[in-house]
């Protein structure tokens, strides 16, 4: 027994000797960001960045591995690892680390926006005000643009710097609807003729929020006076109840009678793969390409959007409080923000994402570069995306639907 | 003569454990397959390629397996050990120890993870490979102790005495009688520990702190993708991993006395 806790004393002894590190004196972002930028890009010369970021899509992935990392090594000599993780567990890991003070943090970069940069910005996880010093961001974005400033009705500061940009769209199998609706009541005249071919993800999961939000969105006088104001239940009360009434109607005409909502995004996605329902809806208009290469949608698969629009959305590029590598996430972001990152992450065959990006402020060249994508037949045209935009309310608006939904429709 | 119960059994494991394994190897090598559309399956390896393509999977997968046989090793010290001591000794607060071994299994152990994360930090454990066994630790250990109690305390205490009073040495009994008698022993908590280990997300995530990418780390984003044949080949995947370690302690096990070697028969 003995020889047991001597045993086991040497072993804890031997495991807390592998890990201390002497901790190192860093330079903090207000310092970095006195230098020049010609001085930040040279200093960020050889060194790794870690990009920390959810990693469940292959196309995204591939567009980091396969062209972000070798472009960045070349033009900066700079190595970036990508490292896949949850955003709820990275600002976990932030907050704790925050907590110990550890200042030599392992995370030089997150991509992150909504509930969980209010979350960041509040707890102080974040490093500061960086994106007035980025050349790229000062010179091929629109800087004031409120896409750019306010992320979910929390103001960005500079703090973040947008990375690309998404906009909710319908899908649809174009060899079973020929005209798909183009408003709210319309859909649900669709639904009531082909009871069983039409769901919306249960109020948790993310996309099912949004399209909740349509809805809210749409029985509103203006859907300004819900993305404009901070949540007030008793001012939206007359239209909340419009909504529930809609939901409840078309309820009995869903998938299996509404008597079970897909729990993600993933399952309605499956339901739609299978033939099962007719539609199906998400954030990233072009997010059905790549699932149509992969086989699982049908190669007839287009996209709608309706009255009164299309909520979208903004996603960033951050640095946590405690990046041991200031100035290599900071060249890092002005690389992704360049021109040519947007492009090739413009272009369908690894992400085909939209881009944040001022087209009027690119060289004549470039644009032509961008206009010449061919995003594929299932995503809208960018006029088409650009007119219906409308921006997202504030992020106290989803944690309220969340709850009433689950009392006002499935209880009911 | 054919016993009927046994046709009930075969059928029921064919439809309840082989079916399913089935389908989801097939799966793995066919296309997602519509099947209200009317389609028959197509063949591919688009999904294999895709896994293989990952830059992190193999480093993944490598890592999974140093920490699933560290965490098994200490797992079968400590559960060793503790078990013995359970079983042969009686002191007071027994019942009282015995409830605290117990004791992280029923609480949540992403709430110990994150009480310790700032302990680890602490001392430097935290982003470690080290960091991760130890956390690893906290799920499995608890099974293990109960488990090898359970067995030293099924074939008491007479057997052990027997061989003390005939001079035995302490190693020597342990080759030669308790780990012959724990085979089985050995191979639950194998098979537990090294599953519990390897399915651990959350965990891993924090004290790891993406220093260190096992494999669920990889894969379980990959959940909320559609693609069921990449799903269905990620899990292939995945249970290669379990079923190798296995056979390399089973391998260990033909070391000890007593067993029949395979070997030796084909002379």
């Given at each position: 027994?003995?020889?047991f806790i001597?045993?086991?004393?040497v072993?804890?002894?031997?495991?807390?000797g592998?890990?201390?590190?002497e901790?190192?004196p860093?330079?903090?972002?207000?310092?970095?960001?006195?230098?020049?930028?010609s001085?930040i890009e040279k200093?960020?010369?050889?060194?790794?960045?870690?990009?920390?970021?959810?990693?469940g899509?292959?196309?995204?992935n591939q567009?980091?591995?396969?062209?972000?990392?070798p472009?960045?090594k070349?033009?900066?000599?700079?190595t970036?690892?990508?490292v896949?993780?949850?955003?709820?567990?990275?600002?976990?890991?932030?907050?704790?680390?925050?907590?110990?003070?550890?200042q030599d943090?392992?995370?030089?970069?997150?991509?992150?926006n909504?509930?969980?940069?209010?979350?960041?910005k509040?707890n102080?996880?974040?490093?500061?005000s960086f994106?007035?010093q980025?050349?790229?961001?000062?010179?091929?974005y629109?800087t004031?643009?409120?896409?750019f400033?306010i992320d979910?009705?929390?103001p960005?500061?500079?703090m973040e710097a947008?990375?690309?940009?998404v906009?909710?769209v319908?899908h649809?199998?174009?060899?079973k609807i020929?005209?798909?609706?183009?408003?709210?009541?319309?859909?649900?005249g669709?639904?009531?003729k082909?009871?069983?071919?039409?769901?919306y993800?249960?109020?948790?999961d993310?996309t099912?929020?949004?399209?909740?939000?349509?809805?809210l969105?749409?029985?509103?006088d203006?859907?300004?006076?819900?993305?404009n104001?901070?949540?007030?239940?008793?001012?939206?009360s007359?239209?909340?109840a419009?909504m529930?009434?809609?939901?409840?109607?078309?309820?009995?005409?869903l998938?299996r009678?509404g008597e079970?909502y897909?729990?993600?995004?993933?399952?309605?996605?499956?339901?739609?793969?299978?033939?099962?329902?007719?539609?199906t809806?998400g954030y990233?208009?072009?997010r059905a390409?790549s699932?149509?290469?992969?086989g699982?949608f049908?190669?007839?698969?287009k996209s709608?959007?309706?009255?009164p629009?299309?909520?979208?959305n903004t996603h960033?590029l951050?640095?946590?409080?405690n990046?041991?590598?200031?100035?290599g996430a900071l060249?890092?972001?002005?690389?992704?923000l360049?021109?040519?990152?947007q492009?090739a992450?413009y272009?369908?065959n690894?992400?085909?994402?939209?881009t944040?990006?001022?087209l009027?402020?690119?060289?004549k060249?470039?644009?032509?570069?961008?206009k010449?994508?061919d995003?594929g037949?299932?995503?809208?045209?960018q006029?088409?995306l650009?007119?219906?935009?409308?921006?997202?309310s504030?992020?106290?608006?989803?944690?309220w639907?969340?709850?009433q939904?689950?009392?006002?429709?499935?209880?009911q | 003569?054919?016993k009927?119960?046994?046709?009930?059994?075969?059928?029921?494991?064919i439809?309840?454990f082989?079916?399913p394994?089935f389908?989801?190897v097939?799966q793995?090598f066919t296309?997602v397959?519509q099947?209200?559309?009317?389609?028959s399956?197509t063949f591919q390896?688009?999904s294999?390629?895709?896994?293989?393509s990952d830059?992190?999977?193999?480093?993944?997968?490598?890592w999974?397996?140093?920490?699933g046989?560290c965490?098994l090793?200490?797992?079968?010290?400590?559960?060793?050990?503790s078990?013995?001591a359970?079983s042969?000794s009686?002191?007071k607060?027994?019942?009282?120890l015995?409830?605290?071994?117990l004791?992280?299994?029923?609480i949540?152990?992403?709430?110990i993870?994150?009480?310790?994360?700032?302990?680890?930090i602490?001392?430097?454990?935290?982003?470690t490979?080290?960091?991760v066994?130890?956390?690893?630790?906290?799920?499995?250990?608890?099974?293990?102790?109960k488990?090898?109690?359970?067995?030293?305390h099924?074939?008491?205490n007479?057997?052990?005495?027997?061989?003390?009073?005939l001079?035995?040495?302490?190693?020597?009994q342990?080759?030669t009688?308790?780990?012959p008698l724990?085979k089985?022993?050995?191979r639950?908590v194998t098979?537990?520990?090294?599953?519990?280990?390897?399915?651990?997300?959350a965990?891993?995530?924090?004290?790891?702190?993406?220093r260190?990418?096992t494999?669920?780390l990889?894969?379980f984003?990959?959940?909320?993708?559609a693609?069921?044949?990449?799903?269905a080949a990620?899990?292939?995947?995945?249970?290669l991993?379990p079923?190798?370690?296995y056979?390399?302690?089973?391998?260990?096990?033909l070391?000890?006395?007593?067993t029949?070697k395979p070997?030796?028969?084909?002379r």
């Open positions: 027994m003995k020889y001597y045993l086991l004393l072993l804890l002894f031997l495991l807390t592998c890990g201390n590190n901790e190192q860093l330079s903090s972002l207000k310092e970095v960001t006195k230098q020049s930028w001085d200093s960020a010369t050889g060194t790794t960045v870690r990009l920390y970021m959810w990693g899509d292959e196309g995204i567009y980091i591995d396969k062209w972000a990392i472009h960045l070349e033009k900066y000599n700079i970036l690892e990508r896949p993780m949850d955003t709820a567990q990275i600002l976990q890991k932030l907050q704790t680390e925050k907590k110990a003070n550890k943090g392992t995370i030089d970069l997150i991509w992150i909504g509930e969980n940069f209010k979350n960041a509040e102080g996880l974040l490093a500061g994106t007035d980025l050349p790229n961001f000062k010179k091929f629109d004031d643009d409120p896409a400033t979910f009705g929390t960005v500061e500079g947008p990375w690309g940009k906009q909710f319908f649809y199998n174009s060899a020929e005209d798909p609706p183009s408003s709210f009541s319309e859909l649900k669709w639904i009531k082909h009871p069983g071919k039409f769901t993800p249960a109020a948790a993310f099912g929020n949004a399209f909740l939000r349509h809805v969105y749409a029985k509103a203006e859907p300004s006076d819900i993305y104001s901070p949540l007030d239940e008793e001012a939206i007359d239209t909340a419009k529930w009434k809609y939901l409840n109607n078309i309820e009995p005409y998938w009678s079970h897909p729990n993600s995004l993933t399952e309605l996605d499956k339901l739609y793969s299978q033939g099962q329902v007719w539609m809806m990233n208009e072009a390409e699932l149509i290469a992969q699982v049908p190669e007839t698969t709608f959007i309706m009255e629009g299309s909520i979208g960033f951050s640095i946590p409080f990046s041991s590598n200031i100035e060249t890092t972001i002005n690389f992704m360049s021109p040519e990152a492009l992450k272009k369908p690894y992400w085909g994402e939209n944040p990006i001022s009027d402020k690119l060289s060249e470039m644009r032509k570069k961008f010449a994508v995003r037949d299932s995503v809208l045209s006029e088409k650009e007119e219906n935009f409308l921006p997202e504030e992020a106290a608006y989803v944690e639907l969340e709850e939904w689950f009392n006002e429709v499935v209880q | 003569m054919i009927p119960m046994k046709i009930i059994f075969y059928s029921l494991a439809l309840l082989i079916g394994v389908l989801l097939l793995s296309e397959w099947f209200s559309a009317g389609q399956l390896l688009d294999y390629s895709t896994l293989v830059p992190n999977i193999m480093e993944a997968t490598f999974s397996l140093v920490i046989a965490v090793v200490i797992n079968l010290v400590i559960g060793l050990l078990g013995k359970l042969s009686s002191f607060g027994k019942s009282l015995e409830a605290l071994f004791a992280p299994i029923l949540p152990v992403l709430a993870a994150m009480g310790l994360h700032l302990f680890m602490r001392i430097g454990l935290a982003d490979w080290t960091g066994v130890l956390i690893h630790l906290v799920p499995t250990l608890p099974y293990s102790i488990i090898f109690h359970n067995a030293y099924q074939f008491g007479h057997l052990l005495e027997q061989a003390e009073i001079g035995a040495t302490g190693f020597r342990l080759h009688i308790e780990l724990l089985p022993a050995i639950s098979f537990l520990t090294i599953v519990i280990s390897l399915s651990q997300y965990i891993t995530a924090i004290i790891g702190g993406g260190i990418i494999l669920p990889v894969f984003p990959f959940l909320q993708t693609n069921t044949s990449l799903m990620f899990s292939v995947w995945f249970a991993l079923f190798f370690m056979l390399v302690v089973e391998l260990l096990l070391l000890l006395p007593y029949r070997w030796r028969n084909l």
